[in-house]
């Protein structure tokens, strides 16, 4: 069978919450003004009460609202596909299935987060959301999820890629939504960074502190954040929770391993934690995180108490890092470049139940490229990350007769320019040198500091 299809009416209907079952737990979220875990009242300023709520939850399951379904089901389930010709292409032991989260609207998982987070707000009373974009996917599904719900929707995009990707601004604008360059003069924080740097291109961190500004000084506008936080990682779980299913009614067995593409670690942990309950039951079943070379915050970072924003405005929460003022080289996964990684991702690490790994861009595009030709889904080059290190995996003899799941998150249209730096082989594979890294470390607070979890 090439493709395992589910029903609409099989779609899950809650979310499963890892948060209960991480062993050892999280440690919460810090309030830098006092040094305390940060109060919910102080974070109701910018999120809505419904996503607080999910973000702390205890629940193991958490129900899915009706209209939030509703949405959901128009592109989902996804389709569970075995990628046979590329099993075939780089002569794999192992069978390899991916789910491919790239048939959402706007072209990614982003969607599942993104329609359950303006639902959130819009049932609180909020009438318009904030928020940041890199290589301009959350922004895309934030605008199409406002879209749905009449709500109004202003992005800061980041420079180089509001610059180098006018298709996808073009598709905020189709969706009805506002995009402004980041770091731009509407802000207190923008204006900051221009005084220092007119030519500044911008970084995730930055356009974060945009968004939060905003929102924090309007009482109908709230911020919303694309992954990194408990509850963007909850809604992602559908992901995993309709993989597993649908490899049940394929006949097939459940993975051996499962492997997604880390930026703030949201589709990672969509497919992977549906899966974390058979590990901590004692099944062989290993989760491989990739992140690119040019951005290592699993594999290079510290884990410590970090801002997720440039400008010091979010709480601190305990993640890997590479520090708030890391200025990640221009690769093209610009959905990958930002400086931290999700608590819950970074826990599952410390307990060594996640494996970070990662890979310079050439050998990912190398991976994208047979996918597309084997498979015929051209890969955004974030997913070309997970491609690689699933194909890596299907060839280990160790994996031989196994199941090696991974997910496409997303299709690459509107990075066909990053696609013709390689093909005519202008692109180029670089070492971040360790002066780099420990030049951004600096900028850590001194709270909590501890290096790779021994403190
Ligand atoms: C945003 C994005 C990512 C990275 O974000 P995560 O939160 O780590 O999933 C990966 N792939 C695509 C296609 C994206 O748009």
């Known amino acids: 069978m ?5 029903q609409e009416s099989e779609i899950p209907t809650k979310w499963y919450n890892a948060l209960p079952d991480i062993p050892n737990g999280l440690e919460p979220p810090i309030d830098p003004a006092t040094g305390q875990p940060a109060t919910p009242e102080k974070l109701c300023a910018i999120f809505a009460p419904p996503l607080l709520e999910q973000e702390m939850s205890a629940e193991s399951w958490i129900e899915i609202p009706e209209e939030v379904l509703d949405k959901l089901t128009m592109w989902r389930p996804t389709p569970l596909v075995r990628a046979k010709r590329l099993e075939d292409a780089v002569g794999a032991v192992a069978r390899i299935y991916y789910k491919n989260e790239s048939v959402a609207p706007a072209g ?5 987060s993104s329609v359950a987070q303006a639902y959130a707000n819009k049932v609180s009373g909020i009438t318009k959301l904030t928020t940041e974009t890199g290589a301009g996917q959350w922004g895309s599904a934030l605008a199409f999820a406002c879209a749905l719900f009449n709500m109004e929707c202003l992005i800061y995009m980041v420079r180089c890629s509001y610059e180098q990707k006018p298709f996808r601004r073009s598709m905020i ?8 360059p980041s770091p731009s003069d509407t802000t207190e924080c923008g204006r900051r960074v221009l005084a220092r740097d007119a030519q500044c291109p911008g970084s995730l961190g930055i356009a974060i502190s945009e968004a939060v500004e905003v929102a924090a000084s309007r009482k109908d506008t709230n911020y919303t954040l694309g992954s990194v936080l408990n509850h963007v990682l909850l809604h992602q ?18 993975p051996s391993v499962v492997v997604g593409c880390c930026g703030g670690g949201s589709n990672f942990a969509g497919i992977a934690l549906p899966f974390l309950r058979d590990r901590l039951d004692g099944r062989r079943i290993r989760f491989v995180a990739v992140e690119p070379a040019a951005c290592p915050t699993m594999t290079r970072g510290h884990y410590a108490y970090d801002y997720g924003d440039s400008s010091s405005y979010t709480p601190l929460l305990k993640m890997f890092t590479l520090g708030s003022q890391f200025m990640p080289p221009g690769i093209h996964a610009g959905g990958l470049r930002y400086h931290g990684m999700a608590p819950i991702v970074s826990a599952l690490i410390r307990e060594s139940i996640v494996e970070p790994v990662n890979y310079t861009q050439l050998p990912c595009f190398e991976a ?3 996918f597309a030709r084997s498979e015929g889904i051209i890969p955004a080059p974030e997913s070309s990350h997970a491609i690689r290190a699933a194909i890596d995996e299907a060839r280990k003899e160790e994996n031989r007769d196994k199941v090696v799941l991974f997910n496409l998150s997303g299709h ?8 013709d730096k390689y093909l005519s082989r202008e692109m180029e594979d670089f070492e971040l040198p360790d002066s780099v890294l420990e030049e951004a470390a600096k900028t850590l607070p001194a709270f909590g500091f501890d290096k790779l979890g021994v403190a």
């Open 2 to 6: 090439r493709k395992i299809l589910l």
């Open 108 to 112: 990614s998982h982003k969607c599942n």
């Open 173 to 180: 604008h189709t969706w009805g939504a506002e995009v402004v």
């Open 237 to 254: 779980t559908v992901i995993g929770l309709e993989a597993r299913r649908q490899l049940e009614i394929g006949g097939e067995e459940q």
């Open 368 to 370: 994208a490229s047979l």
């Open 412 to 419: 690459g249209h509107f990075d066909m320019g990053a696609y």
